[in-house]
């Protein structure tokens, strides 16, 4: 998402006549964007800001702005602006379409700038921001903005606010326009895609006609998604995705624990005995599927059995790739009062045991895949190998050459697993859709 909004910045500057810059030492301006979602996210951000400072100090009229989730939270502008009095506008995550009306008022004024306005999502304005794609053949399509789950640990809905749903309309001519422009990977995003609808604002289209509708547009792309909340991952959804040869056979979904106890305290309304049943489903459905999740451990209260749950979980179910987090207290969730907070040495020493089990566990499921064919996106050329990623991500180099091309799909037969890379050979030839 921040990625995506990073776009939308550079797009506005894009059409004020700047042009990105090589080297912050020469910029003319500089937009941190940020996150919040986890601590150290937020500290890494104040190191980038603070090493700005002596720039600053020589370029006086180079302009600081500061946008994102962190800057949305209660207080921060002013507490930014005092740690760094020498940012010159902070603005929310939420109305990232407005930049360009910030920088004209400021260039105008020469005043210190908050726009943080936390009751407001500008959505109706996204769809005529220009957007500056740094991938050409990657682009990700918002399909709705905020969230109602109110996870117990998390603060996007606090930062980001309530789910609302974006004109599906909008949706398809902004998709179709990408596909025209020759983008091969298209990516709806939110913070829970399957809730897309729900809010009332589309008539009556879901996440399921969504997805149908555009898998049925004209050209050669894939079509991927995320993120899907397991609650609401619905078997239409499931249908649409097995019977449309566009959609991405490669699904990310949360797990974030394994003790129905902890699921419980996290509020994530979905039992571990729940989750193996839509697992299970989705499996029966979609045998190619490569399944990825993320977990949080060392939330409060989770003890040695909770923590074992989680790592026999992910051993039953065997995900292709699993992002595995430290819980971070997060101020304003209900999680950061919760008084059974787990030491950082536990947090550390589960951490590191998940990531060896997950690591051992990707690393089969990556060799077994020798003998397989994957679609493959060929993406560059090296010296050597033209080389691309399959639908779960993975690169795959590319042994013989002679007929690829990059941006284009090809189905490909993997030959061998090295060094944490796929190997393998063109098919037959180029895949007709
Ligand atoms: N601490 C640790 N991880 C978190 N996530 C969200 N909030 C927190 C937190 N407070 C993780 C969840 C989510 C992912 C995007 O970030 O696993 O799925
Ligand atoms: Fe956060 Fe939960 Fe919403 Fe995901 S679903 S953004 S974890 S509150």
Same mark, same amino acid.
């Given at each position: ?6 776009e ?7 059409q004020?006549?700047y ?7 020469n ?5 941190f964007?940020?996150?919040c979602?986890?601590e150290?996210?937020e ?82 304005n ?12 990657y ?36 998709v179709?326009?990408?596909i025209?422009?020759?983008?091969k ?37 894939e ?32 797990v974030?624990?394994?003790?129905? #106890? $902890? ?7 979905? !039992?571990k005995?729940?989750?193996? @049943? =839509? +697992?299970? /489903? ?8 490569t ?17 074992q ?6 051993k ?58 994957q679609r ?28 690829? #091309? $990059? ?7 993997? !030959?061998?697993?090295?060094?944490? @890379? =796929? +190997?393998? /050979?063109?098919?037959?030839g180029?895949?007709?859709?």
């Amino acid at each position: 998402m921040n990625v995506h909004e990073s776009e939308k910045l550079a797009g506005i500057l894009e059409q004020k006549g700047y042009i990105k810059g090589q080297d912050v030492n020469n910029a003319d301006i500089v937009v941190f964007n940020t996150c919040c979602i986890r601590e150290s996210a937020e500290q890494k951000i104040l190191g980038n800001i603070g090493a700005i400072k002596p720039i600053k100090k020589k370029r006086k009229n180079m302009i600081v702005a500061v946008c994102g989730c962190m800057s949305q939270q209660k207080d921060m502008a002013s507490n930014l602006r005092a740690k760094f009095p020498f940012i010159d506008i902070v603005f929310g995550a939420n109305n990232v379409e407005f930049f360009g009306e910030y920088l004209d008022t400021y260039l105008e004024q020469k005043k210190f700038l908050n726009k943080v306005e936390n009751d407001k999502q500008y959505l109706e304005n996204a769809t005529g921001v220009p957007f500056v794609r740094d991938n050409s053949l990657y682009a990700y399509v918002n399909i709705m903005y905020g969230c109602n789950n109110f996870c117990t640990y998390c603060i996007v809905p606090y930062v980001r606010g309530r789910e609302k749903s974006r004109n599906p309309d909008e949706i398809y001519k902004e998709v179709k326009t990408l596909i025209d422009m020759g983008y091969k990977v298209i990516t709806l995003l939110g913070q829970n895609v399957n809730s897309y609808g729900l809010d009332g604002s589309t008539k009556g289209v879901y996440f399921a006609d969504l997805l149908e509708n555009i898998a049925k547009m004209e050209g050669d792309f894939e079509l991927r998604f995320m993120t899907s909340h397991p609650k609401d991952l619905s078997d239409e959804v499931i249908k649409v995705m097995a019977n449309n040869d566009k959609i991405s056979k490669s699904l990310h979904l949360p797990v974030q624990a394994g003790s129905n #106890k $902890i699921l419980k305290a996290m509020n994530r309304n979905y !039992t571990k005995e729940m989750y193996l @049943n =839509l +697992i299970s /489903k989705i499996r029966d459905a979609i045998p190619n599927i490569t399944l990825s999740t993320d977990i949080i451990v060392g939330f409060p209260g989770e003890t040695d059995e909770d923590y074992q749950e989680t790592v026999d979980l992910l051993k039953q179910i065997r995900y292709h790739n699993a992002f595995i987090f430290m819980y971070s207290k997060r101020k304003g969730t209900i999680a950061e009062k919760m008084d059974n907070q787990v030491p950082l040495t536990i947090k550390r020493e589960r951490i590191h045991n998940l990531l060896d089990i997950q690591h051992q566990i990707s690393e089969e499921l990556f060799k077994n895949m020798v003998g397989t064919i994957q679609r493959v996106l060929i993406e560059s050329f090296d010296t050597k190998f033209y080389q691309g990623k399959s639908q779960c991500g993975k690169v795959v180099k590319i042994e013989n050459n002679y007929k690829s #091309k $990059i941006g284009e799909f090809y189905d490909i037969l993997i !030959t061998d697993y090295l060094k944490g @890379n =796929l +190997i393998g /050979k063109v098919y037959n030839g180029r895949k007709e859709n």
